[in-house]
Structure formats: structure tokens, C-alpha cells
């Protein structure tokens, strides 16, 4: 295990990857911290520009990508009350109140170094738990794999507001449904091609998902321009910046809390940075003395929690994406497209065969959180001239650059009409308000769920038996079910006993 | 003015365009379209190989992956393409194999065909636990135990066929061994290590870091001559089963590719792949060099069409979309 760690060590420390892992950073930053641009859209930009690249390149400048458009999303929050990403919104609640007190530097170190520490701590989870759960893994067969979709689709009610689960259920068969087309590889047939030799190559992962996220986000962005956002003024200290350390360190176990918190939520499937935050900003407010404080931004760990708990996710949704095949959130959805891309099978197999690769992950992992700190430090400015930049020259040069990336991948135009088509029931599907999430999430494990299924079929001979006696994939599929019944079982016996005593 | 000026411009257009054919092909890039993914077997062969291209002709060759539909889609595009020599397509016997299936309308005869180079080898392998690790003892343990193993294959694709070909000059009954339908080298492989899968058609160099990790045993290699990267398997012959089916990398134009075009083409092609140097570095990915053109190559790929047919009408494997 060193040798491969001390191999991984050897590709990351190079100074190009480096320079990689910075650049890839900073760009993150800047797209994360840009409201209305998430972590999704900066790995989305990323993903073409890097198929040119050798492995050892690219996966390191992914990864900083991912670390800095995750953690760009707190300036927005706290300076402008409008998140950047998702994975800030619990940021909002306290950050802005705090900088709007005038603290606004306190408000940004206190999140930069517990977003540094959750990260670092995920980061450790990653690589204590990956392996493991890899080893675990690699005796998964057909059967664990199909009950593990099933797990996920499960999760698709868990992750989505409340009251939209049914709305997120449609949004997953759109994408099974979408997810039909095309040849079956295993079984050599061609289905709903329409006699369109184009459409038997079915829909690619990449171009569907930057479609839905990106133009969807992008033409609801418009609606915002001319709107100018108040960009708070701050008279920026790096003394009292680096002063608030002793601080954050002084919330120990808001720290740890949060960060457990952010793992767990991060490794299930389906749900990541978007939820966790959330979570453990009201965590932190149940568990804390004075929760009447929370919402003024006077508390530190108001701010910390939240912002530690979702770059924790990072590395807890890693795990499952890793191991496994299986996305945590659209952000590794998109790594994984990538990881396809450069010909790399996420799994428990790449665990075994190139040891040195998961290495060279978890190692830039380390490397970006390092650097974004950094980053920070110095160049807040640049990131708050950044989220003020007008909407009108944003969006054009993005559209733009996706279009680029969608044909770079593949070579051919279909991809980039398939793009648009994407972006289009996107943008149709916001505006009835359907979450995007689980149609990618139907079109990415549809064909895994059949295929999976088919297999245990054929093995077992027909037989469905097996997947409730084998161990795993019966624990599993318990859990699914349960996820499913168990809500609203208890909303009703809760309603019951609330009425009762009335 | 203006327009007198755009007249002008127009017949030098024209004129340099009416030249263009007179100066010496190749005078720009040519691109090599490879209808797989990048990492696969296709890539790297033809990525290798466009390097030893390059040592032969003054031109860049350009890979260019066009991925979908098991290769139909950069096959239609190759074929569909301005048939001026600049766009190439890398195909295998899969492309065949769409017509013998009735999954496309085409077959090799749809293309000008340049060179066959690349070969790599294809093998028979076996999970280890199975203790299957010769084709004698492959037929024992199926004669005793019928329907109890397994094998997996892409129905109608490459793999079938090669299971199919091995399978049918052993001897082996392919009702006493159940098809599993599963796509991907590495899912076969999976699954024979795992215990689920009995037998797995895949590329030497695929199965080979398993071998050696003894999680697979080598049943047979499908080829003339022992793969170097796997020197102590037998091939099929050595045991008696007349079973050769290497995956053949040919090169194909657009049908109306001018004749002086492809010549110039296939001379290039013929050097590289003769090239010591190049064989030196396809024999590092383990593939081979079987090099034909011209005539001979007209006879090569009507001999493996003619094969392919035979399999598919003796295995039924036509009326797959009824």
C-alpha cells in the first residue's frame, strides 16, 4: 500500500500537476462563487478540456476543480445572501447576518477553515473506507449491484424537497425511459431508434447531463440579468482572517459533528453536498445551548457547520463513486462521466488494478483542500469581483464553451443536439419545478439496473430467490424498502399520537 | 468593384481547388476514425499504429474516437464521408458481423478497403475456481456435468463469434453450455473470477495481469502461434481444436476513394506494419502484425466474411430481432 501511495505521491508532486491542481482550484473557485453556477456546471467546463490530458493530469486537475467549485459557493453566501451552490444555502443563514454586521472577514475565515477541516476529515474517510468497502466490493455480483440501484432509487424520495417526491419519481422514469434507447450491448437488439442509425448509439451520460444542469441553470439565469445583487463591502483583514483559526478550533466538536454528519449524507447515494449542509446546520442548532442565537450571526459554529459538513460530502460521495460505479451527487456524476471518458471503469477492480491512480485521488484530494486554503487567503477580492461580474457576459461565453465540449467528446454534431434537447426538457422540467437530479440518475443507472438484473437472471436461471437470500443484497434491499415505508408510517403514527391527547 | 473583386477571387478559388488533386496526396492530416472508446483494444492498437504511419509518411495521423452502437456509428460516418483518402475508419470483424446478424445493412464490401494490419489475439479463459484449464479438460467436465457452466458473450458481437468458433470445432455442444448474454471484457472477467461466469471469450492482453494472478486459467489462445505475452498457453491448434480468430484491424476508405488514393495509402500502411520498430511496439500492448493489401487482402476479408456467415447460419443467429 505505500508503494502505490509513494507512486501516487510521485505523480501528484510534479510541479505541472501542481500548477494543475491550482489553476483547477482557482477556476472552480471563481465558477463556484459565481451565484448560479454550481460545482456541477465547473467540472462540466472542465471535462473536454482535459480529454486531450494524460491521466495523471487530469484526474488531479478534476479533483481541484471539484475541491474549489464546492467551497466557492460560501463567498456568495455570505457576502451576497445568495449561494453559490446548493452546497452552500445553510451558509446563508448565518454568514450573511454575521458579515452584515460588519464581521464579514470573520464570517469568511470562520467558513474557509471549517470547510479546510471538514474537507481533510472526509478526505480521511475516503481513504480509511474506500479500500475496505472495495475489497468488500469485489465479491458483488449482479445481484448486490441491481440491489444497490434499486437502494438508490430509494434514496431519489429522501433527497428531494418536501412534497416532490412523486415529481422526483416521474423525473426518474423519464430518464429510464430515455435511457432505453439505443443497442443493447449485451443482447445485440436496437430499441426505439426509430430507424435513426444516430439514435443507436442511445443518449451519452455527458452531454445529457451537462445539458440538463447547465442550460437549464443558464436560461433561468437570464432572468436575473439587469438585477444587481448588493454585494456587501468588506474591508478585508488577513490578521483577523488568520486570527479567527483559534476560533474555529475552539468548536471542536461542532467540527466533528458536522463532518460526520457531511460523510454520511455524502456516501448515500443520490444526496450530497446540497442536503448535508442543511442537516447539520440544524444539528448544530438542536444541539447547541443557545439556539435562539442561531439566524443573528453571532455563533461561530453556525457558519462552521454548515460549510464543514458539505466539503465533507466531497469525500464521503467519492466513496460510493470510487468503489463502487455508483454517483453520490450530480457533481460526481459528472467526475464519473469524466473517469469513463479517460477510459477508466470506476469500481472495485480499479482498486486492484491501478492502486496508483486512487492514489494520485486521494492525493490531489488532499492537495486542492490545501490549496483552496490558501487560495483563500489571498484572493478573496478576486473571487468577490468575480460574483459581481454581469449576468449577460456570463452566460453567453458558458453556452458557448459547453457547445465546444459536448462535440469535443465524441466527435460528432448528434451529441451536441442531444445536448440541447437535454438542455430543453431541462429548462422545461424547472419550470414545472421536477428535480433534474433523478432523471440523470435514471438515464446513468437505468442500463446498469438491466443489465444487472438480467445477469442475476441468467445466472440464477430465472430465479429471484437469490436476491433475498444472499446476505448483502437482501440487507440491502431491506433498507430500501424500509426507506420507502417507514416515512410515512411514522408522519401517520406521529400525526395519531399528536392528536390523540387533543 | 466589389463584386469584380469577389469574381476574382472566386476563379482562384476555383483554380486552387482544380489543382488540389494535381499536388501530391497525402498534403493534410489524415484522420483515422476508431469507433471505440478510447483505452480499448481498438484505440490502443490503432494509436500505436498511427505512430509507426507517421515514420513512414510526411502526414499527421489523427485518432479520432467516434464511439456508439458497436461501431455503426463511426462506420456510417467513414462510409458516408468525402471519399478523398483523408478519412479512414479502424474497423474489426465486428463490422461484419452486422450484416451476418442482420443488424445493419453493410459489410466490409461497403468500404474501399485499404490494409489489414493489426492483429490481437483473442483467447478462452476460465475462472480459476472451475479448474478448467484445457480444452480436454473443458470437454470432460461439460460431458459430465451438461448445463452446469457458463459462458459469457456479447450476443451477436465479436465475442460470440469467437465463443461460437472455438466452441464449434471442439466439439462442444452450445446446448450444454449456457450463453450468458454480458457486454465488456472486464464484466466477463469479473464474473469468472467471482465464480458466477465458467468461461470467458476475451483479448489475451485482457485477461492476461488474471492469469498471472492465477484468478483465471487459460483455456486456449485463438491463433496460430502462441501469444508472446502469454508464452505457456496452448493455442487451440496445439489441442486440436481448428480454431484461429484473432481480432484483425483493417483499414477501410470510402467506397469511391480514387484507386491511386488507396495504393498510395496501402504501400504506406504495408511499411509501417513491416516495420520492425512498429512490431517491437504493438508486441508491448501484445498484438501482432498480419499484414495484407491489395488482392490479398480482397481474398483475407472474403475468407473471414465467409466464416462469419457460416457461423451465423449454423448458430441461427439471424432471426435475433423477430
Redesign the interface.
Known amino acids: 500500500m505505500y508503494d502505490l501511495m509513494l507512486v501516487g505521491a510521485s505523480h501528484v508532486f510534479q510541479p505541472w500537476t501542481l500548477l494543475a491542481i491550482m489553476c483547477g482550484v482557482a477556476g472552480g473557485l471563481v465558477i463556484g462563487s459565481i451565484p448560479g453556477l454550481t460545482s456541477t456546471m465547473a467540472i462540466a467546463l472542465m471535462v473536454p478540456l482535459t480529454y486531450a490530458m494524460d491521466l495523471e493530469f487530469a484526474l488531479p486537475l478534476l479533483m481541484g476543480v471539484y475541491c474549489g467549485a464546492i467551497s466557492g459557493g460560501l463567498v456568495g453566501a455570505i457576502l451576497l445572501n445568495i449561494p453559490g451552490t446548493p452546497a452552500s444555502a445553510g451558509t446563508c443563514l448565518d454568514g450573511y447576518p454575521m458579515a452584515a454586521k460588519g464581521q464579514a472577514t470573520r464570517a469568511l475565515a470562520l467558513a474557509v477553515y471549517s470547510s479546510m477541516i471538514g474537507g481533510t476529515l472526509s478526505g480521511l474517510a475516503l481513504v480509511l473506507i474506500a479500500p475496505l468497502l472495495a475489497k468488500v466490493a469485489?465479491?458483488f455480483?449482479?445481484w448486490e449491484y441491481f440491489a444497490l440501484v434499486v437502494f438508490t432509487f430509494s434514496c431519489i424520495s429522501a433527497m428531494t424537497a418536501k412534497g416532490r417526491a412523486v415529481k422526483a419519481f416521474m423525473a426518474a422514469f423519464i430518464g429510464l425511459a430515455l435511457a432505453l434507447v439505443?443497442?443493447d450491448?449485451?443482447?445485440?437488439?436496437?430499441r426505439l431508434t426509430f430507424g435513426f442509425?444516430?439514435f443507436?448509439?442511445?443518449f451519452?451520460e455527458l452531454p445529457a447531463l451537462i445539458g440538463l444542469f447547465a442550460i437549464s441553470q443558464l436560461l433561468a439565469d437570464t432572468d436575473d440579468i439587469g438585477q444587481k445583487g448588493k454585494v456587501l463591502k468588506i474591508d478585508f483583514q488577513l490578521r483577523t482572517f488568520l486570527g479567527t483559526f483559534r476560533e474555529v478550533m475552539s468548536r471542536k466538536r461542532d467540527l466533528l459533528r458536522s463532518s460526520f454528519i457531511g460523510v454520511i449524507i455524502g456516501i448515500l447515494p443520490g444526496v450530497g453536498p446540497g442536503l448535508s449542509n442543511i442537516v447539520a446546520y440544524s444539528q448544530a442548532k438542536r444541539a447547541s445551548k443557545t439556539p435562539e442565537k442561531f439566524g443573528t450571526g453571532e455563533l461561530p459554529e453556525s457558519v462552521m457547520s454548515p460549510e464543514a459538513a458539505n466539503n465533507a460530502s466531497m469525500g464521503g460521495a467519492l466513496i460510493p463513486m470510487l468503489t463502487l460505479g455508483i454517483p453520490g451527487d450530480a457533481s460526481t456524476l459528472m467526475m464519473l462521466g469524466a473517469f469513463?471518458?479517460?477510459?477508466?471503469?470506476p469500481g472495485p477492480?480499479l482498486f486492484r488494478?491501478h492502486g496508483d491512480l486512487i492514489w494520485v485521488i486521494f492525493i490531489a484530494f488532499f492537495v486542492a483542500f490545501a490549496f483552496c486554503t490558501v487560495i483563500y487567503h489571498f484572493f478573496i477580492p478576486l473571487t468577490m469581483k468575480a460574483i459581481s461580474v454581469p449576468r449577460q457576459y456570463v452566460i453567453p461565453v458558458l453556452l458557448i464553451l459547453c457547445t465546444v465540449g459536448c462535440y469535443s467528446l465524441?466527435?460528432?454534431m448528434?451529441d451536441v443536439y442531444c445536448f440541447l434537447g437535454f438542455g430543453l426538457l431541462g429548462y422545461f422540467l424547472h419550470i414545472a419545478r421536477v428535480p433534474v437530479l433523478p432523471v440523470i440518475l435514471g438515464l446513468i443507472l437505468g442500463p446498469m439496473a438491466e443489465?444487472q438484473l438480467?445477469?442475476a437472471l441468467?445466472?440464477g436461471q430465472g430465479s429471484v430467490l437469490p436476491f433475498v437470500t444472499r446476505p448483502i443484497s437482501g440487507t440491502i434491499l431491506l433498507v430500501a424498502v424500509l426507506s420507502l415505508v417507514l416515512p410515512p408510517l411514522l408522519g401517520r403514527f406521529r400525526a395519531k399520537t399528536a392528536i390523540d391527547p387533543a | 468593384m466589389h463584386a469584380h473583386n469577389l469574381k476574382t477571387g472566386a476563379v482562384a478559388l476555383l483554380a486552387l481547388v482544380a489543382a488540389a488533386p494535381a499536388m501530391a496526396f497525402p498534403d493534410k492530416p489524415i484522420e483515422l476514425v476508431v469507433p471505440f472508446?478510447?483505452?480499448?483494444g481498438s484505440?490502443v492498437s490503432a494509436r500505436v499504429f498511427a505512430q509507426c504511419i507517421e515514420q513512414h509518411v510526411d502526414q499527421k495521423i489523427l485518432v479520432?474516437?467516434?464511439?456508439?452502437?458497436?461501431g455503426?456509428?463511426a462506420e456510417?460516418?467513414v462510409r458516408d464521408a468525402h471519399a478523398d483518402g483523408y478519412k479512414l475508419l479502424w474497423a474489426h470483424q465486428g463490422m461484419d458481423m452486422g450484416l451476418a446478424?442482420g443488424?445493419s445493412d453493410y459489410n466490409y464490401t461497403a468500404f474501399a478497403p485499404v490494409a489489414t494490419t493489426v492483429a490481437m489475439n483473442y483467447g478462452i479463459f476460465a475462472g480459476a475456481q472451475s479448474g478448467i484449464d484445457s480444452v480436454e479438460k473443458l470437454k470432460a467436465e461439460v460431458a459430465a456435468n451438461p448445463g452446469n457452466y457458463?459462458i459469457g458473450t456479447?450476443?451477436?458481437?465479436f465475442s460470440?463469434f469467437a465463443a461460437l468458433d472455438f466452441l464449434d470445432q471442439a466439439g462442444v455442444s452450445t446446448d450444454d453450455v449456457?450463453t450468458?448474454?454480458?457486454?465488456?471484457d472486464?464484466?466477463r472477467i469479473?464474473?469468472a473470477i467471482?465464480g458466477?461466469?465458467t468461461l470467458v471469450p476475451t483479448a489475451v492482453g485482457a485477461a492476461a495481469?488474471y492469469v498471472d494472478s492465477g484468478d483465471l486459467s487459460s483455456v486456449a489462445v485463438l491463433s496460430k502461434d502462441r501469444d508472446p505475452r502469454l508464452g505457456e498457453t496452448l493455442t487451440g491448434m496445439e489441442q486440436g481444436v481448428d480454431s484461429t480468430f484473432p481480432m484483425y484491424f483493417t483499414t477501410f476508405a470510402p467506397k469511391d476513394t480514387p484507386d491511386d488514393v488507396v495504393s498510395t495509402l496501402a504501400e504506406v500502411w504495408m511499411a509501417a506494419a513491416n516495420d520492425p520498430d512498429c512490431q517491437a511496439q504493438l508486441q508491448k500492448q501484445s498484438m501482432t502484425v498480419d499484414a495484407a493489401s491489395g488482392g490479398a487482402l480482397d481474398e483475407v476479408l472474403a475468407q473471414r466474411y465467409q466464416r462469419i456467415e457460416e457461423l451465423a447460419d449454423k448458430f441461427n443467429l439471424t432471426a435475433?430481432?423477430g
Do not use: C, W
Open positions: 469485489l465479491s455480483g449482479p439505443g443497442l450491448e449485451a443482447s445485440g437488439q436496437t442509425t444516430a443507436e448509439s442511445g451519452y469513463m471518458l479517460h477510459g477508466i471503469d477492480l488494478d465524441n466527435n460528432r448528434f443489465e438480467s445477469l441468467a445466472f | 472508446s478510447p483505452g480499448g484505440d479520432k474516437n467516434i464511439t456508439g452502437a458497436r455503426k456509428i456510417v460516418e446478424t443488424r457458463t456479447a450476443l451477436n458481437g460470440h449456457r450468458i448474454p454480458m457486454s465488456g472486464k464484466t469479473v464474473a467471482q458466477n461466469l495481469p435475433t430481432d
